[in-house]
Nanobody
Framework: QVQLVESGGGSVQSGGSLRLSCVAS????????MAWFRQAPGKKREGVAV???????TYGDSVKGRFTISLDNPKKTLYLQMNSLKPEDTAMYYC????????????????????WGEGTQVTVSS
């Protein structure tokens, strides 16, 4: 059974940084996509960043140049380094995983992912 557990959320002032972590267990797929999504109150869930076993990374337009996704395979841990945070980055952040390397048009769509963590809250104050 695949389990994803996020950590690293918190409160930070505008312009600050946070690093989120997601530890995966029970995940044995040879090819995969792992992603970060976020959802703010009253808004739809938004794809933030994706990395996959073929080496591709994809970022949502709102975070390009500020966020970096990375995967430590031996530790089975997915990271999201978030710099230059803005109040509009405030949301619950979720880790997600899917078997296989997703097509480019689906990589940031939440319905492409089978496995989800419980989320970690990020709050950015102005």
């Amino acid at each position: 059974q695949v389990q994803l557990v996020e950590s690293g959320g918190g409160s930070v002032q505008s312009g600050g940084s946070l690093r989120l972590s997601c530890v995966a267990s029970g995940y044995t797929y040879l090819t995969y996509s792992m992603a970060w999504f976020r959802q703010a109150p009253g808004k739809k869930r938004e794809g933030v960043a994706v990395t996959s076993s073929d080496g591709r990374t994809t970022y949502g337009d709102s975070v390009k140049g500020r966020f970096t996704i990375s995967l430590d395979n031996p530790k089975k841990t997915l990271y999201l380094q978030m710099n230059s945070l803005k109040p509009e980055d405030t949301a619950m952040y979720y880790c997600a995983a899917a078997a296989g390397t997703l097509a480019w048009w689906s990589r940031l769509l939440d319905n492409a992912y089978n496995y989800w963590g419980e989320g970690t809250q990020v709050t950015v104050s102005s």
